[in-house]
């Protein structure tokens, strides 16, 4: 098995340096590490000649979103498995060898997901994260249907079969902030995920808070296009069809986030949040509270909106802006 792992970098200078330090500091060395330097305009291009021999540099022919980055990063990457890290998170030491013995014990995974430790911005631990809620290794459909509600896993703690990545396409380049979520769909169609539950990475928050407000409207439309698009062409790729869960899903999560964003959102600053949520509202058939949220209502959750707030800012914290 030979295991790659790429750092798609945009402009993220000041933890680059840290970031590649903690890949070349493995229990278990990493096959490769490569880092795409995505055009930045920062310290980036300074911080890699400190690396240089050490790691290898490419760079894509133009700008390109974050999911393009993370493809052509990938397209560079020459192992059987592949893994990235963005520019500003931290791979702990064990990161290779958890992944290969994770792997080794299930020869048709196709996905590994494992924990990892939440980060503040000057790097002190926030929190360390688990997925209690997934089996060590899972077969489909159960892959795709227990994330009909967000991700199971983090793009800090991940690794994929290649020839996976080429099978679906690669990252769903439709989508520029979730496009990890959409992976963990279309690669848990075609064969087993592993869980590792040692920590492997700490992914970093906190620091940009201000740009992923600004891009709310953008993660809502693109989480219709998950249940819209991405979902059913999983199910699809799985020999599901198309089943009636996923609207259930997509209804529920609708005003789920609906309830969130109208708490969150005064009414001056839904202008965006409206044109982005609409063609979700019309899909689910929820013209009528988004009316009254386009009135500039604040929704009140009944029982099963309790999670709402929490589970739209959890998604909201995993959003980059590497590569945009």
Partial sequence: MRLSI??????????????????????????????????????????????EGRVRVVTPARHLTMAGN????????????ISLLSSDDLALPNFARSV???????????????????????????????????????????????????????FAAFSL???????????????????DWGMWLLAGALGKIVYCDQPIAKYRGGHQSSVIRARHHIQMREMHIIYSELMPR?????GLGVPSWIGQASRKQFRRCLVAVSN?????????????MRPWAESVGEQGLFSRFERGERLHAIDWFGLARPLVRGLASRLRSVGR
């Fill in 6 to 51: 790429g750092v798609p970098a945009y402009n993220q200078g000041s933890f680059l340096g840290e970031t590649l330090e903690s890949l070349l500091q493995q229990e278990v060395p990493f096959d490769e590490i490569v880092v795409s330097n995505n055009h930045s305009t920062d310290s980036t291009a300074e911080v890699l000649r400190e690396f």
């Fill in 70 to 81: 993370w493809n052509f990063t990938i397209s560079q990457l020459t192992g059987d498995w």
């Fill in 100 to 154: 290969r013995e994770t792997v080794e014990k299930t020869p048709d995974a196709v996905l590994l997901r494992a924990a990892w430790i939440d980060i503040d911005a000057v790097g002190a631990i926030v929190e360390e994260r688990h997925l209690i809620s997934v089996r060590k290794v899972t077969a489909p459909p159960r892959t795709i249907r227990e994330q009909r509600f967000g991700p199971k896993g983090s």
């Fill in 234 to 238: 999983a199910t699809r790729l799985a």
């Fill in 264 to 276: 969150d959102f005064p009414s001056a600053e839904r202008g965006q949040l409206i044109e982005a």
């Fill in 161 to 179: 079969r290649r020839d996976i990545w080429q099978q679906v396409g690669g990252f769903p380049e439709e989508v520029t902030l979730v496009g």
